[in-house]
């Protein structure tokens, strides 16, 4: 582990649910990238949280409150840990580990303080909808969940989401706050079970919803 990157406290924060078949292969491999691993188990009712406790600290919901309020709680801990930089990725292994040094770069290099990942693909049709949204603000893919922040950026805000936005809330409010947002690919794998986020019809109807709560907050942010 660089020295460098020990100054700097990376820590990985990964939100869980009923993901034993791949967290603990997704750990071994974040492990060799960063300083410390949060993981979030969103009230999993299999291994999920037991076979995480080798690699990672494991902060367990007392009930099922999604992907954002996870991450919020993640956040919150990194604080508490001294993190510097926090970087997302999720549990089901379509993230690779290795892209965190791509992502991290930058903001240890003074050139972002926000990197998002750029996947090759959108997986649903409003994803679509919603990366052209999000490049109108110079974010080119806001709903992947591969992304390093500046624990700067966490703290002009004192929250990663505050409504369901898909993710998507934090790095769009940095954006109209003046912070650099850098866009940085990434590979993908493609999972073989069940997105946990479901199939067409609802995951789409979820990322509408995130969708047009996100105008109303930039629209907020106008005023």
């Known amino acids: ?5 020990q100054h700097k406290h990376v820590f990985a924060v990964i939100p869980a649910y009923n993901e034993e078949s791949t967290i ?14 949060i993981v979030v188990d969103d009230h ?15 902060i367990r919901n007392a009930k ?9 709680t993640g956040f919150a801990h990194a604080q508490k840990l001294g993190a510097a930089i926090v970087v997302t990725l999720d ?16 903001i240890i290099n003074g050139a972002s303080d926000v990197t998002v990942g750029l996947r090759p693909y959108a997986a649903r049709f409003m994803e679509t909808v919603f990366r052209r949204y999000g490049k109108q603000h110079g974010i080119e893919d806001p709903l992947c969940g591969m992304k390093a922040y500046s624990m700067a950026v966490y703290e002009q805000f004192g929250f990663f989401e505050s409504f369901p936005s898909i993710g998507t809330q934090l790095v769009f409010g940095a954006k109209k ?14 999972r073989a079970d069940t997105p946990r986020f479901g199939r067409t019809l609802s995951a789409n109807l979820k990322i509408l919803r995130g969708l047009i709560l996100l105008k109303k907050y930039i629209n907020s942010l106008n005023k």
């Open 177 to 190: 706050k003046g912070y650099r947002i850098r866009n940085v690919p990434i590979h993908l794998k493609k």
């Open 24 to 37: 603990a292969a997704v750990l071994f491999e974040t492990k060799k990238y960063v300083d410390g691993i």
């Open 91 to 106: 549990a089901d292994g379509q993230h690779l580990a290795s892209d965190i040094p791509l992502l991290i770069a930058p």
């Open 1 to 5: 582990m660089s020295s460098e990157r």
């Open 64 to 72: 099922n409150v999604g992907y954002g309020k996870s991450i919020n």
């Open 44 to 58: 999993s009712s299999d291994a999920t949280p037991s076979l995480s406790e080798k690699y990672a600290v494991v």
